[in-house]
Each structure stands twice: as C-alpha cells, then as structure tokens.
T-cell receptor, first 113, second 111 residues
Framework: DQQVKQNSPSLSVQEGRISILNCDYTNSMFDYFLWYKKYPAEGPTFLISISSIKDKNEDGRFTVFLNKSAKHLSLHIVPSQPGDSAVYFCAASGNNAGNMLTFGGGTRLMVKP | DAGITQSPRYKITETGRQVTLMCHQTWSHSYMFWYRQDLGHGLRLIYYSAAADITDKGEVPDGYVVSRSKTENFPLTLESATRSQTSVYFC??????????FGPGTRLTVL
C-alpha cells in the first residue's frame, strides 16, 4: 500500500507555461514534505520542502502548496524551462529517524522549447 | 572529495554471487540510508542507520545486509544476488531536521 502517490507518470508542458505536479499521501503522521528532482544517471537532488504547519512555500520559480485536509500537495514551476525536464519525486517524512523519507513513484516532466 | 560517493557506479554480476555496494560521506551525518529505485515504485528504503553500529530495516530489506562500523561508511551487501535485485541503488545521508542528500547511484544488473 503506497503511502505517497504521484498519479501522473508524465507531464508535458510548453516552455514559459506553468508546470503543476501533484502528490497525494495517506499517512496522517507525515509532517514534512519534500520535492526532489532527478536527472538521468544522477542521484535525486533536493528542490523544495514544506512543513505541515504551513500551506505554501516559495523559492524562486518553485512553489509547493500543501492541503492537509485533502492530504494533497503540489509543486508549481513558473515559468517552466527546458532545463526543468527531469523526474520529480514527492517525499514525506514523519517524526522518525533522521527524516526517513517515503517516496512517490515520480512524475517525468518534459518542457518543450 | 566532499559530499557523498558511491562505488562502483555500474556493476554486473551473476545470480547467487555476493556483491557489496559502497557508500561514503564526508559530512559526518548521523543518518545514512540505502534506497532502490525501480520503475513504478519510486525509491524504496532498504536499510537505514542512525549512527555507527546502529542499523534498522526499511521497507524492502530481504536479501540485503548492512553494516556501519564507521560513521562515514555504510556498505550494502547482497549475500546471494537474485535477478529481482537488478535496480539502481542510492545511498543518502542526513542530520535530523534536514532532508537527505543522495549519492550518484549504483546501477546493478544481476544476470
């Protein structure tokens, strides 16, 4: 039973437009959420995070929104750039060992020039 | 080199062989993790360690063994490799309160 789900395996967006990546979770004990970006043949790299006490966190072109009642979070990328093309993983952690992460299955974002 | 490194980056082995994947970090992070990445499953936690000589199972530990005699190293051993263990393996480290930093990965193929 997957506790973190990314229901869209892929997303294609035109350069300059908004990319919205979605993530749902089932475990109410999760209190910290992260997005990682992964290029081929590289490890995931941290992108942005949000604590459960907030509903929005912004960092440049990247904004993460958290809806706790719906157990849903989303990553908005505005404007999208071709270099944003990668696999994006949503991850969640609770009050546990060293922020042990539970990952979603990933969404492949393709930004077309 | 500073950061987190994994070796080898690519490995081909045969069913039944023992293989060890190495992970080294230079930050003295307390926590270290091993994940495997498979299509459709994202990253799944195999084992983690909170400190030297302290290890615990993750979501998919069967067929794997870990040790952590030094803070900076966290090797992962497949005692008798199976084809289902063909995957990309990522090591990560963190301090409490921070997100994990990942290594570059090891692509393992079991024939």
């Amino acid at each position: 039973d997957q506790q973190v789900k990314q229901n869209s395996p892929s997303l294609s967006v035109q350069e300059g437009r908004i990319s919205i990546l979605n993530c749902d979770y089932t475990n109410s004990m999760f209190d910290y959420f992260l997005w990682y970006k992964k290029y081929p043949a590289e490890g995931p790299t941290f992108l942005i995070s949000i604590s459960s006490i907030k509903d929005k966190n912004e960092d440049g072109r990247f904004t993460v929104f958290l809806n706790k009642s719906a157990k849903h979070l989303s990553l908005h990328i505005v404007p999208s750039q071709p270099g944003d093309s990668a696999v994006y993983f949503c991850a969640a952690s609770g009050n546990n060992a060293g922020n042990m992460l539970t990952f979603g299955g990933g969404t492949r974002l393709m930004v077309k020039p | 080199d500073a950061g987190i490194t994994q070796s080898p980056r690519y490995k081909i082995t045969e069913t039944g062989r023992q293989v060890t994947l190495m992970c080294h970090q230079t930050w003295s992070h307390s926590y270290m993790f091993w994940y495997r990445q498979d299509l459709g499953h994202g990253l799944r936690l195999i084992y983690y360690s909170a400190a030297a000589d302290i290890t615990d199972k993750g979501e998919v530990p069967d067929g794997y063994v870990v040790s952590r005699s030094k803070t900076e190293n966290f090797p992962l051993t497949l005692e008798s490799a199976t084809r289902s263990q063909t995957s990309v393996y990522f090591c990560a480290s963190s301090e409490s309160g921070a997100g994990s930093t990942f290594g570059p990965g090891t692509r393992l193929t079991v024939l």
